[in-house]
Structures are given as C-alpha cells and as structure tokens.
C-alpha cells in the first residue's frame, strides 16, 4: 500500500505562485510514477503532470499548464513538489496527488492509470 498526503494549497493572486506538496508513505519502493490532478467545481478530473520516479528526465505535462508549472520529487523524503508559477484564474481546483506501482510504461495523464490517491488541497485563484 503507498499512501500520499497533499499539503501547501490555498489562495494567490493572479499572476502569483504557490507549491504544492505531496508527501508519500508505506510501500514507496513500489513506486514508479506520481501525478499531479486537478479538479474545478462542477467539471472532470483533469491532468496537471506527471513524473518517472527513477528517470528525473521525465516529466510531462498537460498543455494547459506547461511553461507555467513544473513538478520534482525528492527522494530523501519521499516528497512530490508542483510549482505553480504565473496562476490563473483557471488554476482555481481541489488539487490531488497520486502514485503508481505499475510499470512505468504504463505512465501517463490518464487518472485510471493512477491506483493510489490522496484527499486533494485547494487553490483558489483571484484578482
């Protein structure tokens, strides 16, 4: 079992910057590949980023927020970071971490190919 904690949402201005964080627990040896997720009110999940735990060449992202967010994993603590930098009023999500133990080729935006979740944080973009 991984288990994963996100913490550090909250609210920004536009154009302003927050990091999120996601602290992963349990069986993190399994694990091959975490997420980023978000989801506004009322809309589908939608994919931030995704990263190879065992290649830090690997990381992709959703067009959306390519250029503007970019995430890190710090294996000393097990540790999954998303800086959002120049956020938008689009931004505005319940934010959620996710881990995998499947073969990494497996690996991509799709949430289904994610089995452990964790309960999300919020960021709120204003004006």
């Known amino acids: 079992q991984i288990y994963v904690v996100e913490s550090g949402g909250g609210s920004a201005q536009i154009g302003g910057s927050l990091r999120l964080s996601c602290a992963a627990s349990g069986n993190t040896h399994r694990m091959n590949y975490m997420g980023w997720f978000r989801q506004a009110r009322g809309q589908e999940r939608e994919a931030v980023a995704y990263?190879?735990?065992?290649?830090?060449?690997?990381?992709f992202y959703s067009p959306s927020v390519k250029g503007r967010f970019s995430v890190s994993l710090d294996k000393t603590n097990w540790t999954f970071y998303l800086q959002m930098n120049n956020l938008q009023t689009e931004d505005t999500a319940t934010y959620y971490c996710?881990?995998?133990?499947?073969?990494?080729?497996?690996?991509?935006?799709?949430?289904?190919?994610?089995?452990?979740w964790g309960r999300g944080t919020q960021v709120t973009v204003s004006s």
């Open positions: 996710a881990a995998s133990s499947r073969g990494s080729w497996l690996a991509s935006l799709d949430p289904e190919r994610f089995e452990y």
């Open positions: 990263a190879i735990v065992d290649d830090d060449r690997r990381k």
